[in-house]
């Protein structure tokens, strides 16, 4: 192929093959803008502050310190709630992306696992009640289809 059209075919094809995943950003960052190293360092949630913020794979985080935020810049994987920051049990049981709750939340495996809440309940109590290894399990493979920005 020559130099020109594999540059063009390139240039065509590029933006099909990148997917965007898509992220629950209520209130214009994940989690709602909670910290989400303050889920692991310090077992809960924390507010995030507008002076700590960054933006990875384009969308916002907010940090309650600038050592959450240099912590979480080291390791970003580590600290992005799993599902793009959607409702683990829907993912799993519904196979269907829910807006959460960013209170309720779960650490297992060291991944941030985040719920919705209605009327009728807390979801993590469904997640926790049930086969959790078999929903993550199904969860995984739901969000391979649902993560695409245009499902």
Do not use: H
Request: hydrophobic share 30%.
């Amino acid at each position: 192929m020559k130099p020109i059209l594999l540059f063009l075919f390139l240039g065509i094809s590029t933006p099909f093959l990148a997917q965007k995943i898509d992220y629950n950003t209520q209130k214009g960052f994940i989690a709602e803008g909670y910290d989400v190293v303050s889920y692991f360092t310090e077992k809960k949630p924390l507010e995030g502050k507008s002076k700590f913020q960054t933006t990875i794979d384009g969308v916002k985080f907010k940090f309650s310190s600038k050592e959450n935020l240099d912590l979480f810049n080291i390791n970003p994987k580590k600290y992005i709630p799993q599902y793009g920051g959607y409702c683990a049990y829907a993912v799993g049981a519904k196979n269907i992306k829910k807006a959460t709750n960013p209170e309720s939340f779960e650490i297992r495996d060291g991944k941030l696992y985040l719920f919705y809440t209605s009327f009728f309940g807390d979801k993590i109590e469904d997640w926790q009640e049930g086969d959790t290894k078999k929903l993550q399990q199904k969860a995984d493979k739901n969000w391979g289809k649902l993560k695409n920005k245009n499902n």
